[in-house]
């Protein structure tokens, strides 16, 4: 864009032309809004971009050409308004096509629904209203109605927000995007897929069109390979899984078999809509997806993102499973298009993240991730899981020593604390009592349960297990003040994305003040 107007300026008819049929759309918004006529809109539009070029040589910063531009087309709609007196047409009006042999009363059924849609918007605050004819109506992006209006992205999404939830209690439906697209799209044809079954049933228990997709997989625990599909890496993952965390080898391999022939068959959706969160568990996923649908060739399917890392109202957001139906359903409509960006970026993160080489994952954090604005964060606590340049702990068992240090000394209040605190990586349960099972192994054991009892199977149901009671081991509690290294033990034996840290003293280390991977020296 910026470029279209810097070749205006010199007189090139074909970036004024690039420049009318972009910001054509935004205006007539703006202008009908102003004056409640499409033919008086059209030609105020006209008449400002008139004034625009022939000014554009005094807008020094080409950035602000969408709000500059916006100013013009009011002070247009203004003059008119002061020279003209006119009266209110409706902005749609509906036919039957040729030859349609639906019913009269459909037809009525459907004016009047249109009717009263348009009449509600009507009365809607104007930055509102405004809001909702750009996204909803002219299809433009959150980010390109941002700097029209020159708003921030957050301060655009409340008002669309807030416009939802003021058209769902006056025009008496579940939500205004289900018929908006049942009236404009025809009910288009939608999957979902969704990082849980909490959130997939809420969506099925709600308004959101379209079929639900659950994607079941921990890609932040255990081995992954850049073709999760391939059959001999399927089976040594799901082999691990069975072992460590107790999910049977052969319910992983149907679910993972049952899942891909879902999205084997995307094409008969007009869109995807990937929903996910911040934290690596979900980016995780989202980076497999992304790469997945990169190599497919697309078609008339449409591929979007509703990827969110906080809520109204929620202090400390865990995920997209706190919302409620009612929360979830004003997320609809919010998602925007993923493009080639999105996608090139998504399949690095992923070969990346399953390489067996650390310079690959310290890549990550090096290259341009704000097509995908919490990859950053996410990865980097997944790079902080390594041995530390410090005491050899990972950011896991860091964090759940010092939980136990400071007091905390049950299982699931421990769970809480630490989950808090780490809720980038957006552990599970079971990922976490795996950690503890192992921090309590040995006779050189960083911690202790109940004394001296060995930690209870956590695979199966255990009677009171959130009744026992955990303590740092002296060992622990030097590691903890930096006077022994744990990655010597020599009891190190874990996944990291596709690194697999073992044996005594790894010699590549998270260094959490440079946040970087180090190699360190190997000792004598």
């Not at 980097?380 to 007091?407: D, F, K, M, W, Y």
Request: aromatic content about 10%; some cysteine.
């Amino acid at each position: 864009m910026f470029q279209w107007i810097e070749e205006a300026r010199r007189g090139s008819a074909e970036a004024q032309g690039s420049l009318v049929r972009h910001f054509t759309g935004m205006a007539l918004a703006v202008a009908y809004d102003k004056l409640q006529d499409p033919y008086l809109a059209e030609d105020a539009v006209q008449e400002a971009f008139t004034e625009a070029f022939a000014n554009l040589h005094k807008l020094q910063d080409p950035r602000r050409f969408p709000g500059w531009f916006k100013v013009i087309v009011e002070r247009q709609c203004y003059r008119d308004l002061r020279r003209k007196q006119f009266q209110t047409l409706p902005l749609h009006a509906m036919e039957l096509p040729a030859g349609d042999q639906r019913s009269l009363e459909f037809v009525v059924e459907k004016r009047e629904m249109i009717r009263q849609l348009h009449a509600t918007i009507a009365d809607l605050p104007s930055s509102m209203r405004i809001a909702v004819q750009l996204y909803y109506f002219q299809g433009y992006s959150l980010r390109e109605i941002s700097q029209y209006l020159d708003i921030s992205l957050a301060a655009l999404k409340k008002r669309l927000f807030d416009a939802r939830r003021k058209l769902k209690n006056t025009l008496h439906v579940a939500d205004f995007v289900s018929v908006f697209t049942d009236l404009y799209e025809g009910g288009k044809r939608m999957l979902h897929i969704v990082n849980g079954d909490s959130v997939g049933d809420k969506l099925k228990q709600g308004n959101i069109g379209g079929d639900i997709l659950v994607w079941r997989e921990l890609y932040t625990f255990g081995p992954v390979y850049t073709k999760m599909d391939e059959l001999d890496h399927r089976r040594t993952r799901a082999r691990y899984l069975e072992q460590t965390l107790g999910i049977p080898e052969k319910e992983y391999i149907e679910t993972c078999e049952l899942q891909e022939r879902k999205l084997q068959d995307f094409r008969k959706y007009d869109e995807i809509v990937l929903w996910f969160e911040h934290d690596l568990f979900d980016q995780t996923m989202l980076a497999y997806l992304l790469r997945w649908f990169k190599e497919q060739s697309l078609g008339n399917t449409k591929l979007s993102l509703l990827c969110i890392g906080a809520y109204p109202g929620i202090e400390l957001f865990r995920g997209l499973g706190q919302l409620s139906r009612e929360q979830l359903e004003t997320l609809s409509g919010t998602w925007h298009t993923i493009g080639e960006e999105e996608l090139r970026l998504g399949s690095m993160l992923w070969e990346g993240y399953t390489s067996d080489r650390p310079e690959k994952h310290q890549r990550m954090l090096e290259v341009d991730s704000s097509a995908l604005p919490f990859a950053r964060a996410a990865f980097e606590a997944h790079l902080a899981r390594l041995p530390s340049v410090s005491n050899g702990l990972g950011i896991i068992e860091q964090t759940t020593l010092e939980a136990i240090a400071g007091g905390i000394h049950k299982p699931y209040e421990l769970f809480r604390k630490v989950g808090d605190k780490l809720h980038t990586l957006g552990m599970g349960d079971l990922e976490f009592w795996y950690y503890l099972a192992k921090m309590t192994e040995g006779p050189d054991s960083l911690l202790v349960i109940d004394g001296t009892a060995p930690f209870p199977d956590f695979k199966r149901a255990v009677p009171h297990f959130q009744d026992r009671l955990l303590q740092v081991t002296s060992l622990g509690r030097e590691v903890l003040a930096g006077k022994t290294d744990d990655a010597c033990s020599g009891t190190i034996d874990k996944w990291v994305g596709g690194l697999h840290v073992r044996g005594k003293a790894p010699s590549w280390r998270w260094d959490p003040e440079r946040k970087s991977v180090v190699r360190i020296a190997e000792s004598d």
